[in-house]
C-alpha cells in the first residue's frame, strides 16, 4: 500500500466570546459522534484559506473572516495514512448555523463547555498550544 498525506484545516470560529463545536453524525466512518471544530480536507490546487472557507459553508453554512494559523497538528489513523492539520482561529459573521448531513449537533461553547465535549485528542492539541489561554471566550 502506497502511503499517503491528507492535509486539513479546521476552525475555531468565534462568535459573541463562544467557540462553534460540532457533533459529527453517527452514520459518519470515521469519528463518529465525536464532537469537534468545523473544517475538513483540502482539496488538490486549492489555496488554504479558501479551502476553510468552503469547508465551513459546507458544515455549517457560516461565512467567517481568518484571522491567522493558531497551530499545526498531525495524526496518523492507519499504517500508511498521515493527516496534517492546520487550525484557525475565524470570527463568524453571523451566528445561524446550517448543519451539513456529516453533523448532527451544534453548540456555541464557553471553555467549560469545549472541555467537557470535545475529543481528547482536540483537548490535548488545545493544551499543549496554548490554545485556551489566546481565545476570547467564556470561561462558563
Do not use: P
Request: charged share 30%.
Amino acid at each position: 500500500m502506497e502511503n499517503k498525506i491528507i492535509v486539513a484545516m479546521k476552525a475555531i470560529i468565534l462568535y459573541n466570546r463562544k467557540a462553534l463545536i460540532i457533533q459529527r453524525s453517527y452514520g459518519e466512518v470515521s469519528g463518529s459522534g465525536t464532537w469537534e471544530f468545523a473544517g475538513g480536507k483540502l482539496e488538490f490546487g486549492e489555496d488554504l484559506e479558501t479551502g476553510l472557507r468552503r469547508e465551513i459553508m459546507e458544515e455549517v453554512g457560516l461565512q467567517v473572516k481568518i484571522e491567522r494559523l493558531l497551530y499545526a497538528s498531525t495524526f496518523q489513523i492507519k499504517d500508511n495514512r498521515q493527516t496534517v492539520i492546520l487550525n484557525y482561529l475565524c470570527h463568524s459573521l453571523g451566528n445561524q448555523v446550517v448543519l451539513s448531513e456529516e453533523h448532527e449537533k451544534f453548540i456555541w461553547a464557553d471553555k467549560k463547555t469545549m472541555k467537557k465535549y470535545l475529543a481528547k485528542g482536540i483537548l490535548h492539541d488545545l493544551e499543549v498550544n496554548n490554545i485556551f489561554s489566546q481565545l476570547d471566550v467564556e470561561e462558563s
